[in-house]
């Protein structure tokens, strides 16, 4: 009988590891037949550990399973489907997986990730095969014709990057995969490592053959140690198997792939800084133009995208543009792997086309916060996302929609917050998130962000005094208006004067807090000027 327990690292965290040898131990003391498969995630992070049972009937849930459950499940009769307060029935009709459009995760947590054979019985090399019957232009012309964008954070059309490095005249071009994913509350990076490794072998292997490269690097999240691990032994494999090397399934195509730890820092994530740091130099972000495509990795025409772009692609090889742009909503196609995290009840990767609203993915998928008290804010994005308030929750998540109204989609996480958030403080936050992480080169954001927490903080110092007939005392709330004025001067400079998205973001989370919770800022009384 096989048993499936996942060795994700968000299952590990919560004794995956342990449930399994416990797994293991019950079935040998009761001479039971256990076949234990350590899939991947579903992604479904509030039942971890997960435990799945093959019924004939398919997959049977349990979860969240402790170690201290394992002999109850036993005694149940878990092995044949068995009902158990921790049971779900069939994994793929619960309504949180169910309802979900799964292109890119289809196969999470339903394979062994390593295993080639359960790779290519789950769709896996269909868009390589494909791929190998056309020309290359015709492999950037279909990532082109599908719409897809960056899911790195500056959405910019993957089909034009790729057509820019391979019309490049250049005897070396290499593809380079950001995964160093640093911002709060995403994770969908880390599980493509994990959980379906060759999607993003394949993806690269694909943007290669579009562009003429033959070298590429995956820029791993240093605090990323199993991902790091899984993806090595994912390359040996697929290499090993003829996926990658000097003659991808005998077609005389060559393309390698190395891992990279990343340096641990969050500007790193900037495709430039990341080639610096690639390159074996600081991670200081360079100044543009050149730009990538043209003038990259050593100097070279260079295809950059982040996971979920390239993880995208074999897809939409295998099924064609037009399918693939059936999902989604206006210059926004396909789908996106949202992220919920932070203080919310059911956290977890749900992959929806875009349009979806935050009220349906918090509310209708998360169920609301953990705490049960009402949510406050949102924050979409990362650290440099903008906190949006109740108001804004019914915006379709789209990256066209979402920028009207100053806010970005970016690698699709949310981090929930309940009421008792105070935004000042998560603005403050910001802005020293920004002064830690600064690269260094332009001023706007090396300096900017240090006067940044120093406004906030005198702004928080400025609480207007109550008077004993009700009133407030003009003078402390003429200068708190001043301070806000100079955050907003301030905000207005690094967002337009600063080299990168590190300066030029931060602002964001700092203005979404204070336009839409003044109050938090003992701005209440006194109007935002
Ligand atoms: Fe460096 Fe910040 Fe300027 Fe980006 S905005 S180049 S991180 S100093």
Redesign the pocket.
């Known amino acids: 009988i096989q048993v499936f327990v996942p060795r994700d690292s968000a299952a590990i965290a919560v004794g995956a590891d342990e449930v399994a040898d416990a797994i293991v131990a019950q079935a040998a003391a009761r001479g039971a037949s256990v076949e234990l498969v350590r899939n991947g995630s579903r992604g479904l992070l509030w039942l971890e550990t997960l435990v799945e049972v093959a019924t004939p009937a398919g997959r049977v849930a349990y979860g969240p399973v402790g170690v201290d459950d394992v002999a109850g499940l036993f005694e149940a009769g878990f092995l044949s489907g068995a009902a158990h307060a921790l049971c779900h029935g069939l994994t793929e009709q619960i309504p949180y997986l169910a309802r979900q459009q799964r292109l890119l995760c289809a196969r999470m947590g339903v394979t062994d990730p390593l295993s080639l054979a359960d790779y290519a019985q789950h769709g896996g090399w269909a868009g390589l095969q494909a791929a190998l019957q056309m020309p290359a232009d015709a492999v950037w012309q279909t990532v082109l014709d599908s719409g897809l964008r960056g899911r790195g954070g500056a959405a910019f059309p993957a089909g034009i990057k790729w057509r820019t490095v391979a019309q490049a005249q250049s005897p070396q071009k290499y593809v380079v995969c950001n995964a160093d994913e640093g911002d709060s509350g995403t994770f969908a990076d880390r599980m493509v490592l994990e959980d379906d490794p060759y999607m993003l072998i394949e993806g690269m292997t694909l943007a290669a053959l579009a562009s003429g490269a033959t070298q590429g690097y995956v820029y791993i999240r240093s605090e990323y140690p199993l991902a790091f691990d899984v993806f090595s032994q994912a390359i040996a494999r697929a290499s090993a198997a003829g996926f990658l090397g000097d003659n991808i399934l005998g077609s005389g195509l060559a393309f390698h792939l190395e891992a990279r730890l990343a340096a641990g820092s969050y500007?790193c994530g900037?495709e430039t800084a990341m080639l610096e740091s690639l390159e074996g130099r600081r991670g200081?972000?360079r100044a543009k133009p050149p730009i990538p495509a043209l003038s990259g990795l050593f100097g070279q025409p260079t295809i950059i995208n982040n996971v979920l772009t390239f993880a995208s692609v074999p897809w939409i090889l295998a099924h064609g543009a037009a399918a693939y742009k059936a999902y989604g909503r206006g210059r926004s196609t396909g789908t996106l792997p949202f992220q919920l995290a932070g203080n919310i009840a059911r956290g977890g990767l749900v992959e929806l086309a875009f349009g979806t609203t935050l009220r349906e993915l918090v509310f209708d998928w998360g169920g609301g916060t953990a705490s049960g008290r009402p949510v406050k804010a949102v924050q979409v994005g990362g650290p440099l996302g903008t906190y949006l308030p109740a108001s804004q929750w019914d915006i379709p998540l789209d990256y066209e929609a979402y920028a009207a109204v100053g806010a970005v989609v970016g690698h699709g996480g949310l981090v929930v917050h309940d009421d008792r958030a105070d935004l000042a403080k998560l603005a403050r936050y910001a802005m020293a998130f920004c002064a830690h992480e600064?690269?260094?080169?332009?001023t706007?954001?090396?300096i900017g962000s240090t006067r940044g927490v120093e406004v906030i903080d005198r702004i928080l110092a400025l609480q207007p005094v109550a008077l004993p007939d009700g009133g407030h005392a003009e003078g402390a709330m003429a200068q708190q208006r001043q301070q806000v004025h100079l955050l907003r001067d301030l905000c207005d400079t690094m967002v337009n004067g600063?080299?990168?998205a590190?300066?030029?973001m931060t602002p964001y989370p700092v203005l979404s807090a204070l336009n839409h919770f003044p109050a938090d800022f003992g701005m209440g009384l006194a109007p935002a000027t």
């Open positions: 500007v900037e200081i972000v600064s690269c260094g080169k332009c706007p954001c090396r600063s080299l990168c590190m300066g030029g």
